[in-house]
């Protein structure tokens, strides 16, 4: 069964520094692999989506990177901001199959 | 870009009713609609896949006779919760995928909702 593992559970940083969340995956047969934000309560908006066959992408200030061999993706804010203070979730979909399982989660604090 | 509405956004019961939840792709049609549950500080856990015109898949624990899921057309898919126990307070998350938007299977997320039972 595919386990999703996120490090570190928590985060707290002073705003303008850049960071890396990680998200380590147990089953490399993946389709893709999607990080999200979820803010308090609240339901949960894509960011950045990468397919099994790409290396990483980008958007604004956020690069998320995937190396499916070993089973780990990164998601880099740069320059971050108040705003960016939410919950982030990493997500896998199966080959062949439609169903994410997902991290549990890092929650980040970004002090002003 | 793909939305999904959710409703109610939240509600509180009583122990023994039951609580309908609504999710509708508002500028899409869904083939395929997915139930997650959400622990406070735990991940998102399937629980079912709904098919349009069809039954729904249930995960391993689930119980669908507790968890009735009806998916009767391309923008619709409910899930009741039936004779809600405390221990079923939870949030509840939709998502579905856009069968024609050529975008594979990225899931759009409804809003949530927020279930407590007294």
């Known amino acids: 069964k595919q386990e999703v593992t996120q490090i570190p559970a928590a985060l707290s940083v002073p705003e303008g520094e850049n960071l890396v969340l990680n998200c380590s995956f147990t089953d490399s047969a993946i389709y893709n692999l999607q990080w999200f934000r979820q803010d308090p309560g609240k339901g949960l908006t894509s960011l950045l989506l990468i397919q099994s066959s790409q290396r990483e992408q980008t958007s604004g200030r956020l690069n998320a990177s995937l190396d499916k061999s070993s089973g780990r993706s990164t998601l880099y804010i740069a320059a971050s901001q108040p705003g960016d203070s939410a919950t982030y979730l990493c997500?896998?979909?199966?080959?062949?199959?439609?169903?994410?399982?997902f991290g549990t989660g890092t929650r980040l604090t970004v002090i002003p | 870009g793909a939305v999904v509405s959710q409703h109610p956004s939240r509600v509180i019961c009583k122990s023994g009713t039951s609580v309908k939840i609504e999710c509708r792709s508002l500028?899409?049609?869904?083939?395929?609609m997915f139930w997650y549950r959400q622990f406070p500080k735990k991940s998102l856990m399937l629980m079912a896949t709904?098919?349009?015109?069809?039954?729904?898949?249930?995960e391993q624990g689930v119980e669908k006779d507790k968890f009735l899921i009806n998916h009767a057309s391309l923008t619709l898919s409910t899930l009741t919760v039936t004779s809600a126990h405390p221990e079923d307070s939870s949030f509840y998350i939709c998502?579905?995928?856009?069968?024609?938007?050529?975008?594979?299977?990225?899931?759009?997320f409804g809003a949530g909702t927020r279930l407590s039972v007294l």
């Open positions: 997500a896998v979909s199966k080959a062949g199959a439609n169903n994410l399982f």
């Open positions: 998502s579905a995928i856009d069968r024609l938007a050529g975008t594979g299977n990225i899931q759009y």
């Open positions: 709904s098919n349009e015109g069809s039954k729904a898949t249930y």
């Open positions: 500028d899409f049609q869904a083939t395929t």
